[in-house]
């Protein structure tokens, strides 16, 4: 069936929506790529290549005269990643009832907008007091005791919230991160100071988890495996240097406590 | 007693990390449950004083699998899952040490520690590879 060029821009248009959300919400690069593919073809469009790297999509579909005139081409930048999986899982879904042929063009389109502006998810104060939880179970976990259980609690829900606050209002990369660690590192040493915590490193260790780039290091793993090499090692180089920057504000506190063993 | 603490702590940090990625209420548990799994397969051999690249790689293999298992069963992408369980394998105690021993200027050990850390995440990631080899095995079979 021989597709218009207007047609085929729309649906162009939709597939690039569905990848930018997707990418800039935490996705791996294979099922952003197999996700436009998928939508592609269930509008008619067999023929589409896509490169998607962690910083812009490309995307072509082929017209119904192979690589001639009728093609088209556009890009999508992305500049703002973050991690919400449920939008991941919100676009997954609509992909498989476009799949289905249960939407029309314009009730996907509609629908990706309505997900692309959705709501941040859980609130702040929740993540919060999760990553605070969550502080508390890793300092069990990697052996420490049960007296620096609240330090922990206090100081990795302080170094989250210092993450959320920093990365709204600090547009350079990664340094949301140090500030964060920073923060953890400096309520630590207060803590233990004061006689409240007991061990320093444990309660930092465990502090400092809810920080860690779980989506970024087992999306470059995953990746790298599928071949997608610019997108798999801008991913780990990314991993890398948050770590290097939480790594870097705990040193900061640590060399200013005099670098001295307690 | 101490490896029920443990179990109870891993299922809780991983649900609690779930949350911090936007993860959907009903697909908290099972993520928990993903990180005990791999959690007590850590513990266990570490208690059995296995080698600790040893244990990492296998529980970051237990992650994944159960991960996979439970993307197909749920109808989520594997990343639902198998994030949360990774993050308590992520070498942050050796890291930690690492960085202590920069700063307090012993070079030596900070390379030895660092370098430690290095191969324990690729041990991590020859999990997750290793499970996808036996995904992809398995798929293949019973096609």
Not at chain 1, 21 to 48: F, Q
Not at chain 1, 198 to 204: F, G, K, W
Not at chain 1, 238 to 246: C, Y
Not at chain 2, 62 to 68: E, K, P
């Amino acid at each position: 069936m021989p597709q218009s060029s207007e047609y085929t821009r729309r649906i162009a248009g939709l597939c690039l929506l569905a990848g930018k959300i997707m990418i800039e919400n935490g996705a791996e690069t294979y099922r952003v790529e197999d996700t436009m593919t998928r939508i592609a073809r269930a509008y008619g469009l067999p023929r589409s290549h896509s490169f998607v790297t962690p910083t812009g999509i490309i995307f072509t579909i082929e017209g119904a005269e192979g690589e001639g005139a009728d093609s088209f081409t556009s890009l999508s930048r992305i500049t703002n990643r973050a991690t919400d999986l449920q939008k991941v899982m919100e676009v997954n879904a609509i992909s498989r009832r476009i799949g289905a042929g249960e939407l029309s063009a314009d009730d996907a389109y509609r629908l990706l907008k309505e997900t692309e502006s959705g709501g941040k998810g859980y609130p702040a104060w929740l993540k919060t007091a999760a990553a605070a939880v969550a502080s508390g179970c890793f300092l069990i976990m990697f052996g420490g005791s049960w007296n620096d259980f609240v330090p922990a609690m206090a100081a990795g829900g302080a170094g989250y919230l210092a993450l959320i606050c920093a990365s709204g209002r600090i547009a350079i990369k990664l340094f949301a991160e140090f500030v964060a660690s920073f923060a953890v590192g400096l309520l630590a040493c207060l803590f233990v100071l004061a006689g409240w915590g007991r061990e320093l490193d444990s309660i930092v260790i465990g502090s400092v988890m809810p920080l860690v780039p779980g989506v970024l290091i087992t999306n470059a793993v995953r990746d790298l495996m599928a071949g997608h090499f610019v997108s798999g090692l801008s991913k780990g180089a990314e991993a890398l240097l948050t770590a290097f920057a939480i790594g870097a504000g705990i040193a900061i506190v640590l060399a200013l406590r005099g670098g001295v063993a307690l | 007693m101490t490896a029920f603490v443990q179990l109870l702590t891993s299922f809780v940090a991983s649900a609690a990390f779930g949350l911090l990625f936007n993860v959907p209420r009903r697909h908290l548990a099972p993520a928990g449950a993903a990180g005990m799994i791999g959690w007590m397969i850590y513990y266990g051999l570490q208690q059995a004083d296995a080698n600790p690249v040893l244990a990492t790689w296998l529980a970051s293999l237990a992650v994944s699998l159960a991960s996979q298992w439970l993307a197909r069963r749920l109808k989520a992408p594997i990343t639902v899952y198998n994030v949360s369980g990774i993050v308590p394998l992520v070498p942050g105690g050796v890291a930690y040490a690492a960085m202590r021993n920069v700063v307090q200027n012993h070079y030596d050990l900070a390379v030895q520690q660092a370098f430690q850390a290095f191969t324990l995440s690729g041990a991590i990631a020859f999990g997750l590879v290793l499970s996808e080899v036996i995904h992809l095995s398995f798929r293949k079979i019973k096609a």
